[in-house]
């Protein structure tokens, strides 16, 4: 009876099941357990442990070969949560501007960020992997029955065996009093065996003073004869005495025997009381463990009960998570989506799945509790009434193990979910959009000079020497020959003349083989921004800046000839995500000329419900907790905290804020205005900076390029 002598022992630390990102099953080896209790047994001698020895740390050790004496120890994680947060330095780079132009600061790009950017990447396909699908969620439903349906068993197994160990337990008791009213009924034979004795003895006493006295006569009449021969009567006595004297020692003989007896039953009781002492002694015991088996059975019993109840609540849950999630994918319709998943996962998030999820996790551990307990039950049952009453539960055991396994399995899954949770949103990797979309427009272009023989051309115009403008228009200049479009750039010394500027611009305007004009902003404080942007002719106006423009896209049924690169490229991102944006609450926040307007017309545009917050707004954070979307614009690094994201946002990240690094080789490094750490908890999709919008913008400049050059030589 092997199970018998397994003694199974658990250890469970868990603080309780706050959202506890607690476990990281890194091994693998444990998705592959088959429901075996022989593989269950192989199991506990692999090692699953941590791999991570830095802030992820679980520990889940379970060793020991032969006997099932399993270890499962638990630990809670700690995790970083650093942000750089509004109390960092912002870098000053003598720009100056307000934090409303929206125009976001800059800074040269660095080869490393953009490796851990990539890096990052490849973590978040995996996790976005993991969220469960609906079947999955059904899977785990019907592993929540299967549960339940265990459980039962478990508990009817135990009512059964607490019936059985407490009738046992009557009738020990009943045993043993009854052995103690033996020992009581000798006791008190012996008690009357000494009172008889007593009567015996006295006249033992008395017989033996008789025979004295018979004697004594016997003596007298011996004497007197000497002295007076043949006197009758002195024979008459002597014979007499003689005769007293045959009596006194047949009576005397008599008690002694009586006597003898007496005390010879007396010591034959004694023994007996012993005996039944003993048996008595022993009758007690029984019944006292009998009692502690109750005992123990009854609180088995109790667990298993409490189980069913959890399990059948969690049915329960599970059903209503499942009509939930399945009304609102309905609904939504995006369940295969890339951001559909993610949102999906913080869907089940909100409607409580993980917890669930979670629950159930738990639930394995209870069962292996339960196991544990089976099978000490067993060991009581196995002493106190009937062996054979474990081997018939086997299956039940067994069917624990495999649930026990599964739950496990469970558990992994809920792990990578919880795992997944540090950073739950989808990376939005505008890097990776630029480079398709610069591919399409390349394609399209080498197409366009195949059929008219037109090059695109792309007239940039860069007044001052910032450093910053000079890598971006270098960088425009890049992403124009990756596509095949011409470039032509002017550069103007920082104190040239607001007329010198629009002079290019006209002859710009005029040259037919420049399709669009940008002219980097800022300019120097001495020209007048409005009157250079106004004076791009709007048919060129790539940037999207010309008021005309700017009035189309406000306006309904109207159309502008080009949308501003930056607000279109973070449009583009949601629609390359398939987020949906008809009927979402977005909030702007930033209500610049070049991105926040634009972005918020754009949004409206999309039939989203539109707010701005800006400078002036009261309650920022409030209004931005209600956003379904979020584009920030306003060149602050981290001022957009996780408390101002609603769980499941989609966060677009305009900001490209150099902050102090000195880690960094140029001395500083770039954030977004969101703060990613945070945010990127609570969010479904986040834009990351760098690798975000702003190469979504450029892209977006090769594209009105291209739609220039298209609309001005009248193809498709
Ligand atoms: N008339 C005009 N039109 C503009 O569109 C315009 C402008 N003036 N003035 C300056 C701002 C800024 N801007 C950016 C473009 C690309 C990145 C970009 O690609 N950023 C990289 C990082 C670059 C780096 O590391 O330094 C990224 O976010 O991954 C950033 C910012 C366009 N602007």
Same mark, same amino acid.
């Given at each position: ?23 990281? /099953? ?52 700690? /995790? ?7 109390? &960092? ?8 501007? $307000?934090?409303?132009?929206?125009? @976001? ?29 609906? =079947? ?37 008791? =009943? ?68 005769? $007293? ?30 005996? *039944? ?66 949102? /999906? ?25 339960? +196991? ?17 009453? *474990? ?32 950073? *739950?949103?989808?990376?939005? =990797? ?5 480079? $398709?979309?610069?591919?399409? +427009? ?82 120097? &404080? ?26 189309? *896209? ?24 398939? +987020? ?80 102090? $690094? ?10 977004? =205005? ?12 986040? @834009? ?23 609309? +001005?030589?009248?193809?498709?």
């Amino acid at each position: 009876m092997a199970l018998i002598d397994t003694a199974a022992t658990m250890i469970f630390t868990s603080s309780s099941s706050s959202t506890a990102r607690l476990l990281l /099953f890194n091994n693998t080896k444990l998705h592959k357990f088959p429901n075996t209790l022989s593989n269950f047994r192989r199991s506990t001698s692999l090692h699953f442990g941590t791999s991570s020895p830095t802030s992820r740390t679980i520990v889940t050790h379970c060793s020991s070969s032969s006997a099932s004496v399993c270890i499962l120890k638990i630990s809670r994680g700690t /995790f970083k949560t650093a942000c750089q947060g509004n109390d &960092s330095v912002p870098f000053i780079n003598g720009n100056g501007r $307000d934090v409303e132009s929206g125009d @976001t600061k800059n800074a040269e790009s660095s080869k490393e960020e953009m490796k851990n950017d990539s890096k990052e990447k490849g973590e978040e396909a995996e996790a976005v992997a993991v969220a469960p699908t609906l =079947d999955e969620l059904k899977e785990l439903l019907q592993k929540a029955h299967k549960e339940l349906e265990i459980a039962q068993l478990n508990s009817i197994m135990f009512e059964d065996k607490a019936q059985r160990i407490s009738e046992a337990a009557i009738a020990l008791k =009943d045993k043993a009093l009854n052995a103690w009213d033996d020992v009581n009924s000798a006791l008190i034979s012996i008690e009357e065996i000494v009172k008889e004795e007593g009567p015996v003895k006295e006249s033992i006493k008395r017989a033996k003073m008789a025979l004295s006295l018979a004697e004594a006569r016997h003596q007298v009449a011996l004497e007197s004869e000497n002295e007076n021969l043949n006197s009758l009567e002195e024979e008459e006595a002597l014979l007499a005495a003689q005769k $007293d004297m045959k009596e006194c020692s047949a009576k005397l003989e008599d008690c002694e025997k009586a006597l003898i007896r007496l005390q010879n039953r007396k010591d034959e009781v004694q023994k007996e009381v012993v005996t *039944l002492n003993d048996i008595a002694e022993k009758a007690q015991t029984d019944a006292l463990k009998a009692e502690e088996d109750v005992a123990n059975i009854m609180l088995l019993a109790e667990e298993a009960v409490a189980l069913e109840l959890e399990a059948l609540k969690r049915v329960n849950d599970a059903e209503i998570v499942l009509q939930k999630a399945e009304k609102v994918l309905q609904e939504r319709g995006e369940s295969t989506s890339r951001h559909g998943r993610a949102t /999906f996962s913080v869907l089940l998030f909100q409607i409580g799945f993980y917890a669930i999820a979670e629950a159930l996790g738990l639930a394995a551990v209870k069962a292996l509790v339960a +196991i544990s307990a089976i099978i000490a039950g067993g060991r009581l049952v196995g002493m106190s009434i009937d062996p054979k009453l *474990l081997v018939s539960n086997f299956p039940v055991i067994m069917g624990s193990l495999g649930l026990l396994i599964a739950g496990k399995t469970i558990m992994v899954a809920v792990v990578a979910i919880q795992v997944n949770n540090e950073t *739950l949103a989808t990376v939005i =990797d505008g890097k990776r959009v630029a480079k $398709d979309i610069r591919e399409e +427009i390349a394609v399209e272009i080498s197409r366009m000079k195949e059929e008219i023989g037109i090059v695109p051309g792309l007239a940039v115009i860069l007044v001052g020497d910032r450093k910053d403008s000079a890598t971006y228009v270098r960088n425009k200049k890049k992403a124009c020959d990756s596509v095949g479009i011409n470039s032509y750039e002017v550069r103007l010394a920082e104190d040239s003349t607001e007329e010198e500027v629009l002079n290019h611009i006209s002859k710009f305007n005029d040259d037919p083989s420049v399709h669009g004009i940008l002219v980097q902003l800022p300019l120097p &404080s001495h020209m007048n921004e409005q009157n250079v942007l106004n004076a791009v002719c709007i048919e060129k106006d790539v940037d999207g800046f010309h008021p005309l423009n700017i009035g189309r *896209l406000a306006m309904r049924g109207r159309e502008p000839l080009f949308v501003p690169c930056t607000p279109k490229g973070c449009i583009e991102l949601l629609h390359r995500y398939d +987020i949906p944006i008809k009927g979402k609450r977005a909030v702007v926040i930033g209500r610049s000329n070049i991105v926040g307007m634009p972005a918020a017309l754009l949004l409206q545009r999309e039939d989203a419900t539109v707010s701005i917050v800006h400078s002036r707004t009261k309650n920022p954070e409030e209004i931005t907790r209600q956003a379904d979307i979020i584009i920030s614009a306003v060149g602050q690094p981290n001022m957009v905290r996780g408390s101002w994201v609603k769980p499941g946002a989609v966060l677009i990240d305009v900001g490209i804020n150099p902050v102090e $690094d000195p880690e960094c080789a140029r001395g500083y490094r770039l954030v977004g =205005d969101i703060c990613y750490e945070e945010a990127s908890k609570v969010a479904s999709a986040i @834009t990351p900076v760098p690798g975000g919008v702003g190469p979504m913008t450029i892209a977006m400049l090769l594209s009105n390029t291209l739609l220039s050059a298209k609309r +001005i030589h009248n193809l498709r």
